[in-house]
């Protein structure tokens, strides 16, 4: 099994920046994917994010070029960085990692973008 627990969420004004952390702990090595996704009010929740074991990295077209996923390897952090942030990026974002065949996801962190 695996244990995933995000941070560093907030409120932040648009065009502002924020970095989100998902800590993996207990069979991390058999992680295939890290992903963000995120569910905003009313919405299904939606993919932002993956990076594979390998470091291969795919985007939702909605933050291609503002945001970033980011990890050294399966020992480390994923990490999520967030630029030129807009409202609509509002949402409760979560971690997720797949393997063969389980799915795990965090408790998710809250981003408000808003002035």
């Known amino acids: 099994q695996v244990q995933l627990v995000e941070s560093g969420g907030g409120l932040v004004q648009p065009g502002g920046s924020l970095r989100l952390t998902c800590v993996a702990s207990g069979s991390i090595f058999s992680i295939n994917v890290m992903g963000w996704y995120r569910q905003a009010p009313g919405k299904q929740r939606e993919l932002v994010a993956t990076?594979?074991?390998?470091?291969?990295?795919n985007y939702a077209d909605s933050v291609k070029g503002r945001f970033t996923i980011s990890r050294d390897n399966a020992k480390k952090p994923v990490y999520l960085q967030m630029n030129s942030l807009k409202p609509a990026d509002t949402a409760v974002y979560y971690c997720n990692a797949q393997m063969i065949v389980e799915s795990y996801w965090g408790k998710g962190t809250l981003v408000t973008v808003s002035s």
């Open positions: 990076i594979t074991s390998g470091g291969s990295a």
